[in-house]
Nanobody, 127 residues
Framework: QVQLVESGRGLVQAGGSLRLSCAASGRTFSSYAMGWFRQAPGKEREFVAGISWSGRNTYYPDSVKGRFTISRDNAKNTVYLQMNSLKPGDTAVYYC????????????????????WGQGTQVTVSS
C-alpha cells in the first residue's frame, strides 16, 4: 500500500509563491513517475505537473507553464511543486499522485493513469 501525504497548504496574495511537498511511503518511490493535480469547487480534477521516475523529464499544461516547477528528491521519497506568480484562478485543492507502471517516462495527464493519491492540500490565492 502506498501513502502520499501533501504539505504546504496556504493563503497567498496574487503574485506570491508557495511550495507544496508530497512525501511517499510504502513503495519504491524512485521507480515511479509522479504528478500534481488540482480541483476547484465545481470543476473537474486538472493536471498541473508531471515528472518522470528519474526526474529528467517534466510536463506542464499551458496554464501553469513558466510559473510552476515540479521536482523530486528520490533520496527523501518526496516530490515538490514550486508555484510562482500565483493567480486567483490557481485556487484549488492540490493533490499529488503516483503514476501506474514502473520506469515510465512519458507525458500522462489523465487522472486514471495514476493509481495512488494524497489527501489534498488547499491553496488559496487572494486578489
Amino acid at each position: 500500500q502506498v501513502q502520499l501525504v501533501e504539505s504546504g497548504r496556504g493563503l497567498v496574495q496574487a503574485g506570491g509563491s508557495l511550495r507544496l511537498s508530497c512525501a511517499a511511503s510504502g513503495r519504491t518511490f524512485s521507480s515511479y513517475a509522479m504528478g500534481w493535480f488540482r480541483q476547484a469547487p465545481g470543476k473537474e480534477r486538472e493536471f498541473v505537473a508531471g515528472i518522470s521516475w528519474s526526474g529528467r523529464n517534466t510536463y506542464y499544461p499551458d496554464s501553469v507553464k513558466g510559473r510552476f516547477t515540479i521536482s523530486r528528491d528520490n533520496a527523501k521519497n518526496t516530490v515538490y511543486l514550486q508555484m510562482n506568480s500565483l493567480k486567483p484562478g490557481d485556487t484549488a485543492v492540490y493533490y499529488c499522485a503516483l503514476a501506474r507502471g514502473v520506469y515510465a517516462d512519458y507525458d500522462r495527464r489523465a487522472p486514471d493513469e495514476y493509481d495512488y493519491w494524497g489527501q489534498g492540500t488547499q491553496v488559496t490565492v487572494s486578489s
